[in-house]
């Protein structure tokens, strides 16, 4: 066992190709080493030429990181939000630049950023740290990666423009790891700032108090790994990625199996709209719209609960401010043992288990984002039961407040919202559940309620009224299921390619199951109170948009 | 807040559609009432017929669970693991049938399961237990699911043909919630057997040793919810799922942040080949193959640690036993300060993590399947020390045996199996590294070693001697990557649809980065010994197969 590849030794000479190609490396190899040599040399001469700089080994810009050997240095690096904890100590860190300014021939300041944090940094010049040094970190590109080596001291007046307020660092050493180039096709600064108020995918540029113009969406989109950088993102997805890790802790106490299944289908299953189609080795084949089919015939497969996390598919011509043609499902399904409002108690659960959670650890990220936008508080429960509200009770409540609509009709999107209203002023939440939806706006697979067959054991979850989350018991009885698919609009062959499988598996001592499937960029748009999903999503799909 | 639908109550009528739909529906449940009572009728009349039925109410089949109201009786349910700890107790819970005899006209037996425990249950005639119930039970199909309620009971002789061996339950009550219909298309006694030796696609049922044939990989793969249901097959899947879980656990300790990348993309991106092409709103689109780009932009965008599990396509027409068209991809990006070698070794102390861990916490499972297979342990290294050796000292490893091969080819499968013997002989550990790969057999985006230019800064990761995880530093330089796309055999033109975003990323200021991405199916096919990888997958996905 060795750290250190070895010199290429062996009995066997290589082949003529490898052999050629390893040459043609080497002469350029050779190229780039003399390259170099002159390019010292130039410095060397600049160097003597400006004989003053003491501070010569302190800064430049570092040779691209290659792994030169298998050495290393293993200087700690430290995390700036501990600048606290190493006052008047020296710390060697790497942090991009926010901004940097030459304010003398004596004097330059740095705006030093390292995930959240951003502290400042001050250039003096002195006996041992020369001009030439001030005047190279003065005037370095914004979002250059740098390695720097500084004094933390504590300063006496507390610094406006950095999240690290009352220490500065005085630099030793400044290093270019990585030079940004100029000019930058987005500010980061102004993808810190809201989008304009038109959030849809085609608004325009807008101004907003005569400050500088507020960036599009789309600009933004365009040039995502920049917009990314801003404070504002990577808050949002490291709160998308705590809730899915809350999902599976949750779940996985309670015994859940993760699963993954399959994305390609040999036919389009659940009724054919909305499908991609693609190509499979010459045959068409098609994208999963949900892991629905499959995850009920897990159940049938005695896994008892599962929950899955992955990719969900809709060919869905929507351009909405609430639509992606790609985006995450968090899936679950489940056994009961008598009534499916256990599994409903379960949802109700995980969800106020996230909430908290995020409440707690991710306070800092969510009140950064909400700041931007202005966004309320999410309110919870007080008495932590979550308001569970029959389908019925929602039209009257609705009726109450002069919508007009019939007892079986689905709600719009705008009544959706007005009865998310009329909920948090009754119940003072901004979570609750509809339960036994009409049997006819639902999918076929859905159980027919006993107290009314017009209806269903079905359910949706809402966050600020806007729907998160679909659910339902589902028909575990083969005959009933494809009983059920025939006399649906439209029909359902229970008998065809893509339908099959899923009807059979319920013939041989399938358990009652309920479950749901959660938008995860829908949990995260409606807990900041986002203006668009798209800024939930890292690289967004739509049907106007597949790249970057 | 109410737990009860609703009357349908409310100002407005419902509409003439929905109340049509309605009266439809009513009329039906009224004919389904009038069948049940019948059904009633003609069973009291048989009742009446058999008079001396004392058990009539204490078995049956159970109408279908719809959720008939909302109350419940509350009964608690439970888990026959737990029967020793429940000795002369009254128990309910739900189990399915391995299979069911009658003895006599006075005695039946059962054979319960539920996950991966199995029981005996008796049914025996008493003045409380009718022979009308002792033959209702007897003679249930296999696979039907049951809801009983019996005394638990310790056994005088233990009893072999079930996993508690000491306890037995003596049937109080039983009933049918949902009859598996026969015969059924595959015994799941059938799969908890090995696969035939020949176990590629399309291998035929073997006999072995006079027994009963074994059944096909594919027969099995299309009875896949029955064949599921083998302990064999849950097992495999509670570790695939436990796989993903430490995978996250070790990651987010350690600061990774959890991305979702897009899985359709715009254009092709990683050199064209092997990708599934799909029809987006009119124009192509395509399946990503990694998340590689993404991630990379991930670093880009300053997210220093990032970590994805989900679906990954390859177009490859391989019909192999350790290749599928769709498999998940366990992938991670992370900046490293000075040297790519701090990244293999979070990726080799990811490995030690997951197999200590799989053998502290699925031991059990672990054991279950290796078992069926007659599969060795996985030895680990004992210093706890993963080897690290370099490619060049591996081509030296197999020439010494004999092979022969040049000093920059890749190895052939048969090669790397070799190696990872000889590796295994040398070291004694199943798990191991090979770093420092030639150059030209690597991607295009990874960096040039600095030692020779003809290798790389990348490293491959192998369990019993097959590769689980490929990886590599990246290059982070704009200019150099363009550089390196164009001289790659094929060329991948740097300003491509597919590549421009890319290779832009990477003026900004990115930091040196490495990563790599793991097979999970491998790792679990590897780490259980399993002779084909369709096993590791719930429902496998090749260029023949996209059902179910």
Redesign the interface.
């Known amino acids: ?15 003529k190709n ?1 052999l050629k ?2 040459q043609k ?2 002469e ?2 050779e190229k780039r080493a003399a390259a170099k040599a002159r390019e010292l040399a130039d410095r060397s001469k600049k160097d003597a030429d400006d004989a003053a700089d003491v501070s010569a080994d302190a800064y430049g810009e570092l040779p ?7 050495t ?3 200087t700690k ?1 430290v995390d700036i939000a501990d600048a606290a904890s190493n006052e008047d100590k020296e710390i060697t860190f ?1 942090c ?2 926010e901004n940097a300014r030459v304010q003398s021939a004596k004097l330059a300041f740095l705006n030093l950023r390292q ?1 959240l944090s951003t502290v400042q940094a001050v250039v003096a010049a002195s006996d041992k740290l020369s001009k030439q040094m001030v005047k190279f970190c003065g005037s370095i590109s914004t ?3 740098l390695v720097v080596t500084g004094l933390v001291k504590r300063v006496k007046e507390p610094i406006k423009s950095a999240s690290i307020t009352d220490f500065e660092i005085h630099v030793q050493k400044l290093f270019i ?5 100029i000019p ?1 096709p987005l500010q980061v600064s102004d993808a810190e700032r809201p989008l304009p108020n038109d959030t849809a995918v085609d608004e325009q540029t807008q101004d907003e108090g005569g400050e500088r113009p507020l960036v599009s969406l789309n600009t933004r989109l365009n040039n ?3 917009d ?2 801003a404070k504002i993102n ?1 808050s949002i ?2 709160i ?2 705590g809730v ?2 809350l999902f ?1 802790e949750f779940l ?1 106490k309670r015994g859940f ?11 389009a299953s659940e009724g054919g709209a909305n499908v ?6 010459g045959r068409p ?1 098609y ?1 999963a719209q949900s892991p629905q089919f ?1 995850k009920q ?2 159940i ?5 609960k599962v929950m899955e ?3 969900v ?1 809709r ?1 869905e ?1 929507s351009n909405t401010a609430r639509h992606l ?2 985006f ?1 499902g968090l899936d679950l399904e489940m ?1 009961f ?6 599994v409903m108690g379960v949802l109700e659960d995980l969800m106020l288990f996230i909430f908290g959670e995020l409440n707690a650890r991710y306070r800092k990220e969510t009140e950064l984002v909400r700041g931007v936008y202005h966004v309320d508080e999410f309110k919870l429960p007080e008495s932590g ?1 979550v ?7 929602g ?2 409540m609705l ?1 109450e407040a002069g919508e ?6 689905d709600l719009t999107t705008p009544q959706e919202k007005r009865l998310g209203a009329l909920v948090l002023e009754k ?1 003072n939440t901004d979570f609750y559940t509809l ?2 939806f ?3 706006i639902r999918p076929a697979y859905t ?9 269903s ?1 079905s359910y949706d979850m809402f966050m600020r009224g806007q729907e998160i989350c679909s659910g339902a ?1 589902r028909i ?2 083969s005959t ?1 299921l494809a009983e059920q698919m025939r006399k649906h609009d439209p029909p359902i062959d229970p008998t065809g ?1 893509g339908t099959k ?2 009807v059979e ?1 319920f ?6 199951h309920a479950g749901g499937g959660f938008g ?1 960029e829908r949990i995260v748009q409606f807990w900041l109170g986002l203006p668009n999903i798209r800024m939930t ?3 967004p ?1 739509d ?1 106007q948009r ?3």
């Open positions: 066992m060795s750290d250190a590849p070895a010199a290429s030794g062996g009995a066997e000479p290589p082949s490898a190609k390893a490396e080497k350029k190899a691209l990181c290659g792994s030169k050997d298998y290393v240095t293993g690096r790497r991009w630049v995930n979002e250059s990666t790891e990585a030079k940004a180039e930058l995502r790994t920049l990314l950088r990577q997805f490291v998308k990625s899915c890790a599976q996985s199996v993760l699963v993954h299944t399959p994305k390609i289908l040999g036919a991609f189609e693609l190509k499979y080795f084949a994208l499959y015939m897990l049938a497969s005695r896994f008892q996390i992955g990719p598919f060919a011509n043609t790609e995450t056994e043992q008598e009534n499916y409002h256990e039961k308001p569970r509200i029959p389908f019925q009770e039209i009257k009726r007009e609509l019939g007892d079986y009709d119940y339960d036994q009409p049997l006819a159980m027919p309620s006993p107290v009314d067959p017009a209806l054991n018991q575990h009885d009933l390619a499988d899923y598996c013939k041989y001592g399938c358990p009652p995860l999503s890292l690289f799909r049907p597949v790249v970057p």
